[in-house]
């Protein structure tokens, strides 16, 4: 228990040695330091550096009708990605959670492929999260003879949900920080709501703009004939077509099933056109590059809309085949909203629409106010607990001290190594960690004097103390880190960063009082050799 071997030394001094590099950046600039050095300290979060909180919930009812309306296409595909004497006429409409399809093309006989119909369908029907031998994500029932009824089961709907929440997560992420190096922080809470918190930000309408887009983008052929937009505009649509307008090609009859869509982009960009002009450039993948290539090829001489959450962003005229899948789109765009435009669209379409439920707005003002709050907290009760120390214990408590400032570096340095986010409730972490280090010390201080009124020589009387203490300090300190993981595992945003803090805390402080103190006290044992311990 008291054998420091140098190899045990030398870990020890490499341990602490970490520690301070690692917590360096929090005090000194490292912009300039080598490679093998972090250049940046603790992350601060919302409450200390200031920005954007938003709590948003996603509505399952557009979940499900989103789903179904992909399925509607899916079946649409295999209806009609046939030969024409294979293909089936059909009339898709999704009705809140149901897709009704109608066949419409009989036989001879006066009877509809209700049976092939039904076989295509169900060769579409995966499996609930892709499990073989599983539920099915959709039931299909019939209905008469020309009609089929596609709905989700409860079981289905779960799995739906789950999907669609962490796809949200990710497009609020590829939103927010398209460039991946904003500290955002983006946490699920429940089975339909998602809380992001974005340090820095000082724009909330923003961000909100950006996340209330639907992001659905879509190709279509439009009929711009003169009499088929008049109708449309009284009322009288032309089937299968939609009425859109645009900022600058006014009002075009969009068909209502797309050519190519958003899930076929590769890539989007902001870039700049001949003019110098903010323009936003996009790459198909390889299957979104072939469809637009054999659209173009196969509609020569008609319009193209791309449209982007039912507005008509741009409508050129089809010239001719355009290979390669290079899309761009012009506009009186300013640079801002090519770049926002540019992220939703790399992003993808949002699987349902957010619903803002909470706002808050923190300033850098009182963010800076909290750090020095909490500073000033925190060097008061380290000195407190210094001074108690000191007092109590004499020369042993300064070694308790020193190891506890070791602690305090060693806690920073974790933070800054792990990337983690240092929040208000984490700061109270350390605070906390500040009075629990000690309790350990206490402890073994207390079983030292008690070895030395035994009669013991300080040498037993420090190795007794250790020993005999170490498992009621274990217990301790592991029922504590586990509260620290529930929290962790249960809470979020701020009690995060709490457990966070906490659970750093506890296992430095268990390494700073059993192996950095009790190296101090062996070293001074062995060099001074003094007959009683002054404790």
Avoid: C
């Amino acid at each position: 228990m008291l054998q420091f071997p140098p190899w045990k030394v030398a870990l020890v001094l490499l341990t602490l040695a970490w520690g301070v590099v690692m917590a360096l950046p929090n005090v000194v600039n490292m912009d300039d330091a080598p490679g093998f050095m972090p250049k940046k300290g603790v992350n601060l979060g919302l409450d200390l550096q200031g920005g954007v909180y938003l709590m948003m919930e996603i509505n399952p009812d557009e979940v499900i009708a989103n789903r179904l309306e992909v399925f509607a296409g899916d079946v649409r595909s295999a209806f009609t990605n046939v030969t024409p004497s294979e293909r089936i006429g059909h009339l898709p409409d999704v009705k809140g959670r149901q897709l009704e399809i109608t066949l419409t093309r009989p036989d001879t006989e006066g009877n509809f492929p209700m049976d092939e119909a039904l076989r295509r369908m169900r060769k579409l029907n995966g499996n609930v999260e892709g499990a073989i031998g599983g539920a099915k994500t959709y039931e299909i029932e019939q209905l008469g003879t020309d009609r089929i009824l596609v709905t989700v089961p409860a079981a289905s709907e779960e799995a739906l949900m789950k999907d669609a929440l962490g796809k949200t997560m990710t497009i609020v992420r590829r939103r927010v920080d398209p460039d991946g190096v904003s500290e955002i922080s983006i946490t699920p809470q429940g089975n339909d709501r998602i809380i992001l918190e974005a340090p820095g930000e000082p724009d909330p309408q923003r961000l909100k703009d950006l996340l209330s887009r639907d992001g659905k983008m879509t190709f279509n052929l439009v009929d711009d004939s003169p009499s088929a937009i008049t109708s449309a505009q009284a009322g009288v649509a032309r089937a299968g077509y939609r009425l859109l307008e645009g900022p600058t090609t006014g009002a075009l009859l969009v068909r209502n099933i797309p050519e190519v869509t958003g899930a076929d982009i590769a890539n989007a960009a902001q870039g700049f056109d001949e003019g110098n002009r903010p323009q936003i450039t996009f790459r198909l993948n390889s299957n979104g590059a072939r469809k637009f290539y054999d659209t173009t090829r196969n509609n020569s001489g008609k319009l193209f809309a791309i449209v982007l959450d039912d507005v008509i962003m741009s409508a050129p005229r089809i010239n001719e085949p355009i290979p390669g899948g290079n899309v761009r789109i012009t506009g009186d765009f300013t640079q801002e909203e090519a770049q926002d435009l540019a992220a939703i669209i790399e992003a993808g379409e949002m699987p349902a629409k957010v619903q803002f439920l909470d706002q808050r707005t923190v300033s850098a003002t009182l963010g800076h106010d909290s750090i020095r709050a909490g500073t000033r907290a925190s060097m008061i009760g380290l000195a407190l607990v210094a001074i108690f120390m000191i007092i109590a214990y004499g020369l042993m408590g300064g070694f308790a001290v020193g190891s506890l400032a070791a602690n305090i570096v060693l806690i920073l340095g974790a933070l800054s190594g792990l990337g983690a986010t240092l929040t208000l409730p984490g700061i109270a972490g350390i605070i906390l960690t500040i009075g629990m280090a000690v309790d350990a010390n206490v402890l073994v201080f207390e079983r030292i004097r008690e070895e030395q009124r035994n009669g013991r020589s300080p040498l037993t009387a420090v190795q007794a103390g250790y020993e005999r203490a170490f498992s009621t300090i274990l217990d301790a300190n592991v029922t504590t880190l586990i509260a620290a993981i529930i929290l962790y595992l249960l809470g979020s945003g701020p009690v995060k960063g709490f457990a966070v803090t906490l659970a750093i805390g506890i296992v430095t402080s268990v390494f700073t009082a059993f192996v950095v103190t009790r190296w101090f006290t062996v070293m001074w044992l062995k060099t001074f050799r003094p007959k009683k311990l002054a404790v």
